[in-house]
């Protein structure tokens, strides 16, 4: 496709059109010839295409699809939203254990007995099964993950079990096509997926599905394939169920002999300690290691960061989501050390930003408030010594750069440079190209 851009305002102020070719920046400046299409921005501001440097796709489009539990903490409501759904499989998210404390088929049976359930709590960390949903596991080997009492029953608890959840009970293809949509109407021209368990069968349902260029974190199966870019080894370190040091090392130097990078699940001091211990371990960290989350990282840890060159990978709008939870459970001494950001930046830390969705909000420009004002839901705010100015936050979400030679991926947004600092928002986006195609248009 041959297409221009006039007069569109980038983030520094110029005002400059853009020739595209081949689905790449040939040209920025004034460009004298014509295209077969030209699109008139009137002034308004080009952004680099947002990237979504975080997320689980297949979770969050399976999400639109189940009974959403967030926020309720009275199991009065959640048995009420339960019975009123009409499907014969009952499929639930967000769970907060406030309600009724960990879930368990014992629980989930007070809430349905006759219809199968599942549920999902809101760290995506557990699923639990009323007994009827059990049954359906009955001639099924059980992985893992699936949690026994002290006389070997099942008590209903799956953690870590998602992907094997999936395929052992009934479940519908989500539709990626309409959930793409959404994200182009964000500004999202990428996503890099962080699925630990991504493999072939993964790849094969989400290779083209959606517009944005694509990233796969994977295990060990996942593979270089057509449609996506192959992303870093995924490593699922979980505090509770630690993996032991030498096998995370033997995982790393798997990694290294097919020149490939690491990226490891870290919300905690101890996920962050035992990833830093195995790198050591497994002969050093290499470019492009990653720490995804990051969620707690204290002071004396990050010139180990530093050191070791890592990338971190944080999520702003967790202290948006579930900032006034962290203000009644986080110590008061520690809440600096929540999605740290410009401590990071300060000691020369490369960092992005990624949404972690489904278990916070896919929109990148709540991130980029969050990052900004580190303001809870309720409006309170959490170590403002963390904020960043809403630049600085704009970039931890781009894809990429403005410059010739370089995919025309790229987000039109209402107004003026300053206007879009002033007032980060979806609202403002008016068009999104991936590879020089326009993928949303408001008009």
């Known amino acids: 496709m041959n297409l221009i851009i006039r007069n569109a305002v980038t983030l520094t102020g110029a005002l ?88 368990d088929a014992g629980l989930l049976d007070t809430w349905e007995r006759e219809r199968p359930l599942r549920v999902l709590d809101r760290t995506g960390a557990l699923w639990a099964l009323n007994s009827a949903a059990l049954a359906q596991l009955r001639d099924v080997p059980l992985p893992d993950g699936a949690e026994r009492d002290a006389s070997g029953r099942l008590t209903g608890r799956f953690w870590r079990e998602d992907q094997w959840l999936g395929r052992a009970l009934p479940r519908s293809l989500p539709d990626l096509a309409r959930l793409g949509m959404e994200f182009a109407a964000l500004g999202l021209t990428g996503l890099t997926d962080a699925g630990a368990h991504n493999g072939p069968d993964e790849a094969r349902i989400l290779s083209g599905a959606m517009p944005q260029r694509l990233t796969l974190m994977g295990s060990e199966a996942l593979e270089v394939g057509d449609g996506y870019t192959l992303g870093p080894l995924k490593l699922l370190i979980d505090e509770r169920d630690p993996p032991a040091l030498d096998l995370l090392a033997a995982r790393i130097r798997w990694a290294r002999e097919r020149k490939r990078a690491v990226a490891a699940h870290c919300v905690t001091d101890v996920e962050l300690a035992l990833y830093l211990a195995a790198l050591d371990l497994a002969g050093g960290p290499e470019r492009g290691d990653r720490i995804e989350h990051g969620g707690m990282i204290a002071p004396e840890a990050i010139p180990a960061i530093v050191e070791a060159g890592l990338v971190v990978v944080s999520n702003p709008s967790f202290i948006h989501d579930r900032g006034d939870r962290y203000l009644a459970e986080v110590p008061t001494d520690r809440l600096g050390d929540l999605y740290r950001l410009c401590s990071l930046i300060a000691a020369g830390v490369p960092v992005k930003a990624g949404s972690d969705a489904p278990y916070a909000n896919p929109d990148p420009w709540l991130g980029v408030r969050s990052a900004r004002d580190r303001m809870t839901q309720a409006g309170h705010p959490i170590a403002k010594s963390e904020v960043i100015s809403a630049r600085e936050a704009l970039q931890l979400y781009f894809g990429g750069q403005i410059a010739p030679g370089e995919p025309a991926d790229l987000v039109l947004c209402s107004g003026m440079p300053s206007d879009v600092l002033e007032d980060p928002d979806t609202g403002r986006v008016r068009m999104t190209l991936v590879h020089g195609a326009v993928v949303f248009d408001s008009h």
Do not use: F, N
């Open 16 to 103: 400059v059109d853009v020739r595209i070719e081949a689905g790449r920046i040939a040209e920025l400046g004034k460009v004298a010839l014509r295209g077969k299409q030209e699109i008139d921005a009137r002034g308004t501001t080009m952004l680099p295409g947002l990237h979504d440097h975080h997320l689980h796709i297949l979770a969050t489009a399976a999400r639109r699809q189940s009974i959403d539990l967030t926020g309720l903490t009275d199991p009065a409501a959640i048995r009420a939203l339960l019975a009123a759904a009409p499907d014969s499989w009952l499929r639930a998210v967000g769970y907060d254990e406030r309600a009724a404390g960990l879930p």
